[in-house]
């Protein structure tokens, strides 16, 4: 059971550049969240999607989009990558939005020069 | 500012011996929760508790919520090397849904 899959592991951009992370869950879970966690702190929330169709902002959205492709899929897209969002991404999921336990993926180490 | 805020920053113990971390926060909470983080991956669940409950237990770790202190403690019992990472407390607000509010973190070192 894979459980939360991030993909890719690593990545290096250039300032400028734009790509998608991806995200899948195997759960049937209804609600996914992407956070950033920069050294030594903890997450910072960046959108999340209570359930297939809906997207929300978090705590640091700007500079972000996110698309929920279906229940299973979650992806998070830099359009114009910055030096300021070097960071790790984690992509997790819940069974509902709120009272549960969130499930993480290994993240996607960013590195923006 | 962060919602949870814990303490302290690291926490280094050996074998055998117990581990306290703890939690503050600073609005009404709907549930507070307890991740673990080894290095290099993602948060794994440890426990999560309501705001009417004041303990709970999981093998080793014990979870308690003062709300009325607005704060948390996490205990591991009988640390073991295995037990070595950073662990984060998550809390749930009424208001806000879906947006978890992470503190910093505590590192543990458990020495072997």
């Known amino acids: 059971n894979a459980g939360v899959t991030q993909t890719p592991k690593f990545q290096v951009l250039k300032t400028g550049q734009s790509m998608t992370l991806q995200c899948a869950q195997d759960m049937n879970h209804n609600s996914m969240y992407w956070y950033r966690q920069d050294p030594g702190m903890g997450l910072r929330l960046i959108y999340y999607?209570?359930?297939?169709?809906?997207?929300d902002k978090g705590e640091v959205p700007n500079g972000y989009n996110v698309s929920r492709l279906n229940k299973r899929e979650f992806s998070l897209r830099l359009e114009s990558a910055a030096p300021s969002q070097t960071s790790v991404y984690f992509c997790a999921s819940s069974e509902v939005i709120s009272n549960q336990p969130q499930h993480f993926g290994d993240g996607t180490r960013l590195s923006i020069l | 500012s962060q919602q949870g805020e814990e303490d302290p920053q690291a926490l280094s113990i050996q074998e055998g011996e117990n581990a306290t971390m703890n939690c503050s926060y600073k609005?009404?909470?709907?549930?507070l929760q307890w991740y673990r983080q080894n290095s290099g991956r993602g948060l794994v669940h440890l426990i999560l508790i309501r705001s009417n409950e004041r303990e709970k237990h999981s093998g080793r770790l014990r979870v308690t919520l003062d709300t009325s202190k607005k704060s948390s403690s996490l205990l591991i019992t009988a640390s073991r090397a295995a037990d070595t990472a950073s662990y984060f407390c998550?809390?749930?607000?009424?208001?806000?849904?879906?947006?978890?509010?992470f503190g910093d973190g505590t590192t543990l070192t458990v020495k072997p």
């Open positions: 998550a809390t749930d607000r009424n208001t806000n849904a879906g947006k978890s509010t």
């Open positions: 999607s209570a359930s297939e169709g809906t997207t």
């Open positions: 609005t009404s909470i709907n549930n």
